[in-house]
């Protein structure tokens, strides 16, 4: 079993930059494909980017291409989520999931672990 903790959110202005971090504990941390995935206010969770368990690939929802990068560090069991140019539309709680199979799925439903999650406000 793996318990996430993310941290890093916050109230930004449009434009500005945040990086989230999801510390892991308990097993061993690379074995999982590590996700992020969003909910906005008043809608249903969504797939924002994925890392394989090495982090040679990568996958994003087309909302987050260009200006979300996912990354991990396997020595420190963190992964990352870094947002540039920040819009009101990013205003959301960010979660990070892992899942123990190797593919990278955009399915919430396939993730077995979770973490509490982490507000992000944009203003305009």
């Known amino acids: 079993q793996v318990q996430l903790v993310e941290s890093g959110g916050g109230l930004v202005q449009a434009g500005g930059s945040l990086r989230l971090s999801c510390a892991a504990s308990?097993?061993?941390?690379?074995?999982?494909?590590m996700g992020w995935f969003r909910q906005p206010p008043g809608k249903e969770r969504e797939f924002v980017a994925i890392?394989?368990?090495?982090?040679?690939?990568?996958n994003y929802a087309d909302s987050a291409k260009g200006r979300f990068t996912i990354s991990r560090d396997n020595a420190k069991n963190t992964v990352y989520l870094q947002i540039d140019s920040l819009k009101p539309g990013d205003t959301a709680v960010y979660y990070c999931a892992a899942r123990l199979r190797p593919s990278l799925e955009i399915d919430f439903n396939l993730y077995d672990y979770w973490g509490q999650g982490t507000q992000v406000t944009v203003s305009s």
């Open positions: 308990g097993r061993t941390f690379s074995t999982y494909t």
């Open positions: 890392i394989s368990r090495r982090g040679g690939s990568t």
